[in-house]
């Protein structure tokens, strides 16, 4: 795992990074994350400062998302930061799942609260307090409402940067059906939605399948997960989606008159993507010389670097100044006129930044009609002619999205082994790490097993391999296999 000391509060000079991905992954992310100028530590341990760069991508991602979830009817609300102590206990599980990361207020100014109130961890019950106020009949369902905003959980002693900040940001989709099938049809197309963005913003792919009962959400009656893999061989949840059944609605008495014009209690769906996603994007993109932003959620996509001479400066800066204008019209560009450093600690200033293309411009290239673009992820240079200029760009972007998204395939393709024997996956995990796959009898005993012993749990159980669970044995105990689970080391 990854465990951050506490930065050294003092100006330093900005260097690059110092530490080999490779060979200290956990030392290589603290540095990649401060260095590139993406987040920044604060006084409030576990809790970031997102720098431009990094909020603009989460701006983007949010944007996206938002736009996909209102065109499938999901409309946005906002609910109070704060939960009274009485409402956050009336769900047992729930509350039993999150009484040890949460943070209470207890006094204002010299003034004791008659009540405690919470720093909301997640937002169920001061919404569905509501929720049994506003839904009567079956008239009023479905409900799919959504909320954008920050959670705060203290549950753990060393946070990781953005992987597992204690404030974060995501959205917090609450759904309620009349009926467990209508709920259930909206798995898949949320679960899609994450999948899209994920892939097409962030260049991520992910493993979707569903937790096991130790690993659902507090409250649910089941929880279904996105699963990434980490360079380091340490897997990590992304975007998730809970199905709460009837245990919410009984225990906040959600009920409407059905069209029998009976009572019964609704069936509710929660689901949620977070900025966990950005520390994801770092860890598997980027590379010894820092950062490697893809294109769609990149502020800067294109940096434009003159490089002149005392007498020729002027000649060079306009003809910068132009191109910088034309591109300007197709891809996010910056103009980098700064004249205190070398063009040389400019490229390094921004490849550390993570800045998809760079452009860069001299006395003899204006001559020649030409430009070099210099591509982020391949480090390759290329001569364009200046009228070509905006095609190519505009092309590069998105072979860089491509080729950054086809990398990261590889090495969660290349991270799944599958295994027959218990001893097997012991020095699989141990050895390689990454998702190791195997029968599962669905017993909590042979899963308990697993993880007392090797470290690793069960991330999900993939959609896409529990076919193989028909002729399969439990990994642990020999028992005819109910599924095929992923066991990992994970965060």
């Given at each position: 795992?990854i465990y951050?000391?506490?930065?050294?509060?003092?100006?330093?000079?900005?260097?690059?990074?110092?530490?080999?991905?490779?060979?200290?992954?956990?030392?290589?992310?603290?540095?990649?994350?401060?260095?590139?100028?993406?987040?920044?530590?604060?006084?409030?341990?576990?809790?970031?400062?997102?720098?431009?760069?990094?909020?603009?991508?989460?701006?983007?991602?949010?944007?996206?998302?938002?736009?996909?979830?209102?065109?499938?009817?999901?409309?946005?609300?906002?609910?109070?930061?704060?939960?009274?102590?009485?409402?956050?206990?009336?769900?047992?599980?729930?509350?039993?799942?999150?009484n040890?990361?949460?943070?209470?207020?207890t006094?204002?100014?010299?003034?004791?609260?008659?009540?405690?109130?919470?720093?909301?961890?997640?937002?169920?019950?001061?919404?569905?307090?509501?929720?049994?106020?506003?839904?009567?009949?079956?008239?009023?369902?479905?409900?799919?409402?959504?909320?954008?905003?920050?959670?705060?959980?203290?549950?753990?002693?060393?946070?990781?940067?953005?992987l597992?900040?204690?404030?974060?940001?995501?959205?917090?989709?609450?759904?309620?059906?009349?009926?467990?099938?209508?709920?259930?049809?909206?798995?898949?197309?949320i679960?899609?939605?994450y999948?899209?963005?994920?892939?097409?913003?962030?260049?991520?792919?992910?493993?979707?399948?569903?937790?096991?009962?130790?690993?659902?959400?507090a409250?649910?009656?089941?929880?279904?997960?996105?699963?990434?893999?980490l360079?380091?061989?340490?897997?990590?949840?992304?975007?998730?989606?809970?199905?709460?059944?009837?245990?919410?609605?009984?225990?906040?008495?959600?009920k409407?008159?059905?069209?029998?014009?009976?009572?019964?209690?609704?069936?509710?769906?929660?689901?949620?993507?977070?900025?966990?996603?950005?520390?994801?994007?770092?860890?598997?993109?980027?590379?010894?010389?820092?950062?490697?932003?893809?294109?769609?959620?990149?502020?800067?996509?294109?940096?434009?670097?003159?490089?002149?001479?005392?007498?020729?400066?002027?000649?060079?800066?306009?003809?910068?100044?132009?191109?910088?204008?034309?591109?300007?019209?197709?891809?996010?560009?910056?103009?980098?006129?700064?004249d205190?450093?070398?063009?040389?600690?400019?490229?390094?200033?921004?490849?550390?930044?993570?800045?998809?293309?760079?452009?860069?411009?001299?006395?003899?290239?204006?001559?020649?009609?030409?430009?070099?673009?210099?591509?982020?992820?391949?480090?390759e240079?290329?001569?364009?002619?200046?009228?070509?200029?905006?095609?190519?760009?505009?092309?590069?972007?998105?072979?860089?999205?491509?080729n950054?998204?086809?990398?990261?395939?590889?090495?969660?393709?290349?991270?799944?082994?599958?295994?027959?024997?218990?001893?097997?996956?012991?020095?699989?995990?141990?050895?390689?790490?990454?998702?190791?796959?195997?029968?599962?009898?669905?017993?909590?005993?042979?899963?308990?097993k697993?993880?007392?012993?090797?470290?690793?749990?069960?991330?999900?159980?993939?959609?896409?391999?529990?076919?193989?669970?028909?002729n399969?044995?439990?990994?642990?105990?020999?028992?005819?296999?109910?599924?095929?689970?992923?066991?990992?080391?994970?965060?």
């Amino acid at each position: 795992m990854i465990y951050v000391e506490p930065m050294v509060k003092e100006e330093k000079e900005k260097k690059g990074i110092t530490v080999n991905k490779e060979k200290d992954f956990s030392a290589w992310y603290t540095e990649v994350i401060e260095k590139s100028e993406f987040v920044d530590y604060t006084s409030v341990s576990g809790a970031l400062a997102f720098r431009p760069d990094a909020y603009f991508a989460w701006e983007t991602v949010q944007r996206a998302t938002d736009d996909i979830f209102k065109a499938s009817g999901i409309q946005n609300v906002y609910f109070p930061t704060l939960i009274p102590e009485h409402l956050l206990s009336k769900e047992k599980e729930h509350v039993k799942g999150f009484n040890p990361e949460v943070a209470w207020v207890t006094q204002t100014g010299d003034s004791k609260l008659e009540e405690r109130l919470a720093v909301r961890p997640t937002s169920e019950t001061i919404m569905y307090e509501s929720f049994s106020k506003w839904i009567k009949s079956w008239r009023d369902l479905p409900m799919r409402l959504n909320q954008w905003n920050s959670v705060l959980r203290w549950e753990f002693k060393h946070p990781t940067p953005l992987l597992r900040s204690r404030e974060f940001l995501w959205n917090e989709g609450h759904t309620v059906f009349g009926s467990q099938e209508e709920a259930d049809k909206e798995r898949d197309e949320i679960l899609g939605i994450y999948l899209k963005i994920l892939k097409e913003y962030l260049a991520l792919p992910g493993i979707a399948g569903r937790k096991s009962d130790s690993e659902k959400f507090a409250g649910a009656v089941a929880t279904y997960s996105i699963e990434h893999m980490l360079p380091n061989g340490w897997s990590i949840q992304g975007p998730d989606f809970h199905s709460d059944g009837q245990n919410f609605a009984k225990a906040f008495d959600i009920k409407f008159i059905n069209q029998k014009g009976e009572k019964e209690y609704a069936y509710q769906n929660t689901f949620a993507i977070s900025t966990r996603e950005l520390g994801i994007m770092m860890a598997v993109h980027g590379d010894n010389r820092g950062a490697v932003l893809p294109p769609r959620i990149a502020r800067i996509q294109v940096v434009v670097i003159p490089i002149f001479t005392t007498e020729n400066k002027p000649q060079v800066m306009k003809a910068a100044s132009d191109i910088s204008q034309t591109i300007g019209k197709h891809a996010r560009t910056y103009l980098d006129d700064n004249d205190v450093y070398s063009p040389g600690w400019k490229f390094n200033n921004w490849e550390l930044k993570g800045t998809p293309i760079r452009v860069e411009i001299g006395e003899r290239d204006i001559k020649a009609g030409k430009v070099v673009l210099a591509r982020r992820d391949t480090s390759e240079k290329h001569e364009v002619r200046i009228e070509e200029l905006e095609k190519k760009i505009t092309a590069m972007l998105g072979e860089i999205n491509a080729n950054l998204l086809s990398k990261a395939e590889k090495l969660l393709k290349e991270s799944i082994h599958e295994v027959k024997s218990y001893e097997e996956l012991k020095k699989t995990i141990k050895q390689k790490g990454g998702f190791v796959e195997a029968g599962w009898c669905g017993s909590a005993e042979c899963e308990a097993k697993v993880k007392d012993e090797t470290g690793a749990k069960i991330t999900n159980m993939p959609f896409d391999v529990q076919s193989k669970a028909k002729n399969a044995k439990c990994v642990v105990c020999g028992e005819e296999a109910k599924y095929v689970a992923n066991f990992a080391r994970s965060y």
